[in-house]
């Protein structure tokens, strides 16, 4: 059952008006292209390196997992290292005739299934240990939704907020150079993450075909329509959150979509297609938040004019009709359904007894805290964990690799029509498993990733 718990947010209540003062005297984040660290990455940032806690929490997924499945000692050895790592380092030129040394990192967690598959981020806290963690989660979750991939994820450490188009462009391809030893249409296929999009996709794409001669499509997913990418692959992660969101709410909570409220954390790739979605789908989204600010209107925000203001202005702060929110706030809201559309160690154990919504959807990747699990669960909010929630964007990533190796495109209503198929069998499983072994549907999603990754390693057997 939920706790019953006190409004945080009381319209045109002292609160706000202190939180509007406050909001007002904050002075903007300075941009700092190498920062170690960064206040927004939740508990995490706590332990050590800025990564630390993102691993921590992946290996006590993936144990709690094995220990579930009893798996054999050597395969959970093997499950439980990444099996490739890259560190590279790089000069860029900067628009002011300056020299700066990047960092950047590829990791494959694990190809017993397939290519090694996953997203590259750019920002100020990216480390070898968070790269590890979001390779491992790129593996369960291509084994949940069974596409063919293995686990990869990769990133710069760099701030590209503070960066011009010309210095992300000079920087991606000559990462892209430096990753050439990995990456390819048949070893290792990157996509958008937090800090890149379809254009940083199509840049990776460009250099390795001009280094190859011919074009090379399928080295990357994610690109724009005009160069090979996939009807659907932008709004798919959001369109993958919205299909398990309505199906939970059909199926955990007995409710419809139309008429229910939600809160979205995170107004990127993921959390600006989810509120878009969720709006169209007849869902109150009374507030949405990102690192600018956050907006919050009881009677429902209107999500097509906030796109547009963002697009305008570049932040949500200030949109006219909407109130200032902030994150600890929107995760206290009394809504059916908050959205984790940011970054890691969002809900914690200091946080989670908080949180009011009935679904908490994961469109991040371990927005979660193992140790707010427990909580969650005895407060009968229904998790939609991140492997599971967030894997649109693979399973079309997946089309779209297909599609180009056959030089073939499908239509939207193929697309969509399958991604739903496919997150919804995958959600069906989860909440089987979950019933049948009385676990949690985190550990449900895992224990049949993890599953399906050790019979893949075991049949192939040990080389040489
Ligand atoms: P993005 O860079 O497009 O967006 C990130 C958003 O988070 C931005 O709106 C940013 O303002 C916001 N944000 C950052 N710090 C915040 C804070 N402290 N409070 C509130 N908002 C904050 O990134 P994205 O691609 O949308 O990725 C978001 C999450 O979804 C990540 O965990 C990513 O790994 C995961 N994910 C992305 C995809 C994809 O297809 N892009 C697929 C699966 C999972």
Same mark, same amino acid.
């Given at each position: 059952?939920?706790?019953?718990?006190?409004?945080?947010?009381?319209?045109?209540?002292?609160?706000?008006?202190e939180?509007?003062?406050?909001a007002?005297? +904050?002075?903007?984040?300075?941009?700092?292209?190498?920062?170690?660290?960064d206040?927004?990455?939740?508990?995490?940032?706590?332990?050590?390196?800025?990564?630390?806690g993102?691993?921590?929490?992946?290996?006590?997924q993936?144990?709690a997992?094995?220990?579930?499945?009893?798996?054999d000692e050597?395969?959970?050895?093997?499950?439980?290292?990444?099996?490739?790592?890259?560190?590279?380092?790089?000069p860029?030129?900067?628009?002011?005739?300056?020299?700066?040394?990047f960092?950047?990192?590829?990791?494959?967690h694990?190809?017993?299934? &397939?290519?090694?598959?996953?997203?590259?981020r750019?920002?100020? @806290?990216?480390?070898?240990?968070e790269?590890?963690?979001?390779a491992?989660?790129?593996t369960?979750?291509?084994?949940?939704?069974?596409?063919?991939?293995?686990?990869?994820?990769?990133?710069?450490?760099?701030?590209?907020?503070?960066? @011009?188009?010309?210095?992300i462009?000079?920087?991606?391809? /000559?990462?892209?150079?430096?990753?050439?030893?990995?990456?390819?249409?048949?070893?290792?296929?990157?996509?958008?993450?937090v800090?890149t999009?379809?254009?940083?996709?199509?840049?990776?794409?460009?250099?390795?075909?001009?280094?190859?001669?011919?074009?090379?499509?399928?080295?990357?997913?994610?690109?724009?329509?005009?160069?090979?990418?996939?009807?659907?692959?932008?709004?798919? +992660?959001?369109?993958?959150v919205?299909?398990?969101?309505?199906?939970?709410?059909?199926?955990?909570? /007995?409710? @419809?979509?139309?008429?229910?409220t939600?809160?979205?954390?995170?107004?990127?790739?993921? &959390?600006?297609? +989810?509120?878009?979605l969720?709006?169209?789908?007849?869902?109150r989204?009374?507030?949405?938040t990102d690192?600018?600010?956050?907006?919050?209107?009881?009677?429902?925000?209107?999500?097509?004019?906030?796109?547009?203001?963002?697009?305008?202005?570049?932040?949500?702060?200030?949109?006219?009709g909407?109130?200032?929110?902030?994150?600890?706030?929107?995760?206290?809201?009394?809504?059916?359904?908050?959205?984790?559309?940011?970054?890691? &160690?969002?809900?914690?154990?200091?946080?989670a007894?908080?949180?009011?919504?009935?679904?908490?959807?994961?469109?991040?990747?371990?927005p979660?805290?193992?140790?707010?699990?427990?909580?969650?669960?005895?407060?009968?909010?229904?998790?939609?964990?991140?492997?599971?929630?967030?894997? &649109?964007?693979?399973?079309?990533s997946?089309?779209?690799?297909?599609?180009?190796?056959? @030089?073939?495109?499908? +239509?939207?209503?193929?697309?969509?029509g399958?991604?739903?198929?496919?997150?919804l069998?995958?959600?069906?499983?989860?909440?089987e498993?979950?019933?049948?072994?009385?676990?949690?549907?985190?550990?449900?999603?895992?224990?049949?990733?993890?599953?399906?990754?050790a019979?893949?390693?075991?049949?192939?057997?040990?080389?040489?």
């Open positions: 059952m939920n706790k019953p718990m006190t409004p945080v947010l009381v319209a045109g209540g002292a609160t706000l008006t939180k509007r003062r406050a007002a005297t +904050t002075p903007a984040p300075v941009a700092t292209p190498a920062a170690p660290a206040p927004t990455r939740g508990a995490h940032a706590a332990l050590g390196s800025p990564g630390a993102a691993l921590a929490a992946a290996l006590a993936f144990d997992a094995a220990d579930h499945l009893d798996l050597g395969v959970r050895e093997t499950l439980r290292a990444p099996h490739r790592e890259l560190t590279v380092r790089f860029v030129r900067l628009d002011d005739g300056r020299v700066r040394l960092t950047g990192y590829r990791v494959q694990n190809v017993a299934r &397939g290519p090694a598959k996953g997203g590259l750019y920002h100020p @806290s990216t480390d070898l240990d790269v590890r963690a979001l491992m989660w790129m369960w979750k291509c084994a949940l939704v069974n596409v063919p991939f293995g686990g990869a994820k990769g990133g710069v450490t760099c701030d590209p907020r503070s960066m @011009s188009p010309r210095e462009e000079a920087l991606t391809r /000559r990462f892209a150079t430096e990753l050439e030893v990995l990456i390819g249409p048949d070893s290792d296929i990157p996509a958008p993450d800090g999009n379809a254009q940083t996709m199509a840049w990776i794409m460009d250099t390795v075909s001009m280094h190859r001669g011919y074009s090379v499509p399928g080295v990357v997913t994610g690109k724009p329509m005009a160069i090979g990418g996939s009807n659907g692959r932008a709004d798919a +992660t959001g369109q993958g919205v299909y398990t969101i309505e199906e939970a709410a059909k199926r955990r909570l /007995r409710i @419809s979509l139309p008429g229910a939600a809160a979205v954390q995170g107004y990127g790739n993921v &959390g600006e297609a +989810t509120a878009r969720l709006h169209q789908a007849g869902v989204v009374v507030a949405i690192i600018g600010g956050g907006v919050y209107r009881e009677d429902g925000l209107d999500v097509p004019f906030l796109r547009r203001f963002m697009q305008e202005r570049g932040t949500l702060a200030g949109a006219p909407t109130e200032p929110i902030e994150n600890e706030d929107l995760f206290g809201l009394d809504v059916d359904v908050l959205v984790l559309a940011a970054l890691e &160690g969002q809900i914690t154990a200091a946080n007894g908080r949180v009011r919504a009935r679904i908490l959807a994961e469109g991040a990747n371990g979660t805290t193992p140790d707010a699990d427990p909580i969650l669960h005895e407060n009968g909010v229904a998790v939609i964990p991140d492997i599971l929630c967030n894997a &649109g964007g693979v399973i079309v997946y089309y779209e690799w297909v599609q180009n190796r056959e @030089s073939l495109f499908w +239509t939207p209503k193929l697309i969509n399958r991604l739903r198929e496919s997150i069998a995958a959600a069906a499983a989860v909440w498993r979950e019933d049948a072994d009385g676990i949690d549907p985190r550990r449900a999603a895992h224990a049949i990733a993890v599953e399906r990754v019979e893949a390693t075991v049949l192939r057997g040990l080389y040489p």
